[in-house]
Structures are given as C-alpha cells and as structure tokens.
C-alpha cells in the first residue's frame, strides 16, 4: 500500500494513478468501481468532455480545472482496467500520443520549414493522417470516424473527408436549395418511418450548409439551446413576480414574454 502517495496533495499525476489502483483492488477497492468496464465507463467519458467544453463556452474559468480533472481521470480509469487486462498502460498510452504529436508534427521536431500557412498545415496533417490510417487498413476515405461522436459532429466529418475527395457542391447557393428541396420532402412524407428518414436528410444536409459557412453546427445549436434557456427562464422570473408558473399561463401571454426578453437582449 501506498498511503504515503495517496494522502500527499502534490503527488500529482502518480498519486491519481495509484489512487485509481486502490479504487479497482478486487479485494479493497470500492465495490462500484470494481465492477465497471470500458462500456460502462463511456458514458461518463463523453458526458464529462462536454462539461469541459461547457466550462470554456461559459469562460467558468475558476471550474475549469476540476472539469479538466474530471475528464483526466476518465483516461486514467480505462488505462487502469487496460493495465489489469494486459492490455497497454498509462505510460503506453502517453507514449503513443507523444509519438503521434511528434510525427504529426515535423516542422516543428523535424527537419521541415515552419514557413508555411495555417491552411497549408491542415492539408500537411490530412495527409498525415491519411498515412496513418492506410497503416491500420483504413483505406475508405471515410473510415477511421467514429460512430459513437454526437450526430452534428460525425455528419461534419464525415462531409469534410468527402469534400476533401471532391464529393461536395462547389457553392452554398446549391446547398441552399438542396436544403428547401429536403424540407418538402419532410413534408411530403407520409409514414413515420418516411419522415423519420427524410427528416435524418434535412439535418445532414443542414449540418452540409454549415459546413459551407464555416459553421460548427454543434456549437450554433448548443449555442441557441442557451439562448433559448435564458429566454425561457426570462418568462418563468416573469410569471412567477405574478405569483404564477408557466402551466397557469397562456401561449399567447408567453409569446408577449418572449419578445420583451428577446428585445431586452439586443437592447444590451
């Protein structure tokens, strides 16, 4: 055992991982934590990358260190059950990022100029990458996307690769009516499971009109989410100075809400 490491408040990066060690102990570990796996876990990885990112878009800077945290010991708990499996270990795991930002990288460790555009050195790393996947047999231009990215995010990608092949349409004006063209058919459709698809074809084709204006279509939405929340929130602080909750109120009334939060807003 070591407590010594455990109860030092500088023992950095080792403490963590010796910490995540005791937690997984079959036998003194925690009961919860021991029976965890990789699928278990996933979730937690992915909801606590989205808190670090609401921490920044919030610029809650005094909490971005404990969500950065939070997100550190999500690596450090599959590295700990990887270990346990004899799969790879945590230094296997900074070793191979290490490697990839080094070779990714040769201007700045290698012998190449760093005289170069930021837009040249995205087409340097594609290609890159490009390597990398044809080492793994990933010779499909869209493989190597992963499927458990949110949706927005997985359909930008994978445009991007085809674009990046010539699959795409050389100007928004065509994006533009290929969006009126898929809102029709939204309408036209007739079973649920036609609008289900014909509605999955909007969205994509949405995400493709983003695309095109250098949108992340991610972050619009998360982005009007929270416009809408505050608004909303504007009309319940509204309704409950009349001793009253939105359910006691009328669509008309919170309409008439809505608009004098929506110009408040601009009056700032």
Same mark, same amino acid.
């Given at each position: ?13 080792? #403490?963590?991982?010796?910490? =995540? ?16 796996? +990789?699928? $278990? ?15 920044? /878009? ?16 999500? !690596? ?21 990022? $290490? ?12 012998? /190449? ?82 609008? +289900? ?5 909007? =969205? +994509? ?20 989410? &929270?416009?809408?929340?505050? #608004?909303?929130? $504007?009309?319940?602080?509204?309704? &409950?100075?009349?001793? #009253?909750?939105?359910?006691? !109120? ?12 929506? &110009? ?5």
């Amino acid at each position: 055992m070591r407590d010594d490491l455990i109860g030092n408040p500088n023992g950095g990066l080792p #403490r963590l991982l010796e910490i =995540m060690r005791r937690l997984r102990d079959p036998e003194t570990g925690c009961p919860w934590d021991i029976e965890q796996d +990789f699928a $278990s876990i996933a979730p937690y990885t992915i909801e606590e990358a989205y808190e670090v990112a609401d921490a920044i /878009e919030r610029e809650a800077w005094d909490e971005l260190k404990g969500e950065l945290g939070d997100l550190l010991l999500q !690596s450090v708990y599959h590295t700990q059950m990887a270990t346990e499996a004899g799969m790879f270990t945590f230094e296997d795991v900074a070793n191979a990022i $290490s490697d990839k930002m080094v070779a990714r990288h040769p201007h700045v460790f290698g012998d /190449e100029s760093r005289d170069k555009s930021a837009e040249q050195q995205v087409q340097d790393w594609e290609k890159i990458k490009a390597a990398e996947r044809a080492g793994k047999k990933e010779t499909g231009v869209l493989d190597g996307v992963a499927k458990g990215l949110p949706a927005l995010t997985r359909a930008t990608k994978l445009q991007n690769r085809a674009a990046r092949v010539g699959f795409d349409w050389p100007s928004t004006d065509q994006v533009l009516s290929k969006v009126i063209e898929e809102a029709q058919e939204v309408l036209d459709a007739e079973t649920p499971e036609h609008k +289900f698809e014909e509605f999955g074809d909007l =969205m +994509f084709v949405m995400v493709n009109l983003a695309r095109h204006m250098q949108i992340d279509p991610e972050a619009a939405l998360r982005a009007a989410s &929270a416009k809408f929340t505050r #608004r909303f929130q $504007s009309i319940e602080a509204a309704l &409950a100075a009349d001793g #009253r909750t939105p359910a006691e !109120s009328s669509l008309e009334e919170m309409d008439r809400l809505w608009d004098a939060a929506k &110009a408040a807003e601009k009056a700032k």
